[in-house]
């Protein structure tokens, strides 16, 4: 069957406000023709029925089912359940989410589920049933190889549906963003994205392993750290908070992480570096860490700060660079709870 021939394949994508034209230049090196876009959302057609195109600024991707626009959410709601006509069902889970409306850390902005998507979210479970839907609820974390059908609130009264196979944890986690209940309150907005960067690169961390992290202040990541029990060392001049710095498992130099002695980071298994300095400072602090006899550090989260988006035209020089490491496994993703940044999970052998 020649192209002409197939099926054309709809898809929508979800990013970080203000990504959304990095990841428009993404899809198109890979034949796809663009839509309706708005900021944090892209929708885009390929003339071939194909695979759905990842990237590391794509936070979710769904084969589009189509879309509606109305005040009314069971009339939304009407319009969905005809786009589902002919379709296999039930799906095993619904997610619902809105996107990003603004960048993240702006007025406190957080990506993730709010008050209207939540709403609908039950609404919606409501009146699909189990006719078509197998979840006791919406929003529940998927299993891998579970279908899942996507909604998604560009605005409140104009929703776009789709439908994606769980496989990686973030496609799992509703609208990528992983749903995380802190045991007490978070010291800073740096706890949520230590505990997406642990989740997603899969790092065995545990119980009484030593981390270290770079750039600690005031404790956010620390106390991610701390709350599964692993012993942490922070690196950083500014000060810690008073919650962080007297726990009996945590140890603080108040200092740059290049002017100590290798000897600090001994027996350390993991590497955690956030730190307001540009990605090449960076990058040489890490590797002369990594790269010293008296450490053996067996993974890295390293933050990379873009500053702006056009900047990530220089994330294959700073692989390059990783892999002058001899690594076992480089990861690059723009996480959910990212600003303008970057995170790189490097495995060590």
Known sequence: ????????????????????????????????????????????????????????FIRTASKSLGSGKSGDA????DRL????????LPFDQLHVWPRDRAPIGRF???????????????RIHERLGPDHLRCATANDVAQPSDRVLDVVLVDPSHWFFGMHTASTLPTRWPGGVQPVAPEHEPISRAYYKAAEAIAW?????????????????????????????????????????????NHPRFRHYAARAGDLPRRIYRGAKWLLVDSTVKPDATLSTVRNIVESRETSIRGCLITMKLGDYERASQI????????????EKIEIRHLARNRCEVCFSVTLR
């Not at 990013?15 to 663009?34: P, Q, S, T």
């Not at 359940?81 to 296999?88: A, D, M, R, V, W």
């Not at 406190?108 to 709403?119: I, K, L, T």
């Not at 294959?316 to 892999?323: A, H, N």
């Open 108 to 122: 406190d902005f957080e990506p993730g589920s709010d008050e209207v998507s939540r709403a609908v979210a039950t």
């Open 201 to 245: 690169s899969g790092f065995d961390l545990r119980p009484g392993d030593l981390a270290v992290e770079v750039g600690s202040a005031p404790g956010g990541a620390c106390g991610r750290l701390l709350e599964m029990g692993l012993d942490v060392i922070g690196i950083d001049p500014a000060q810690m908070d008073p919650r962080i710095a």
């Open 81 to 88: 359940i005809e786009k589902l006509s002919g379709l296999p």
């Open 74 to 77: 069971d009339e939304l709601i």
């Open 1 to 56: 069957m020649s192209s002409s021939e197939t099926d054309p394949t709809f898809g929508m994508f979800t990013c970080a406000h203000g990504a959304e034209g990095i990841v428009k230049e993404a899809i198109a090196e890979k034949g796809w023709r663009l839509s309706f876009s708005r900021p944090g959302f892209v929708t885009a057609k390929h003339d071939e029925e194909t695979t759905l195109p990842t990237d590391i």
């Open 316 to 327: 294959p020089r700073w692989r390059r660079e990783v892999e002058r490491w001899r690594p």
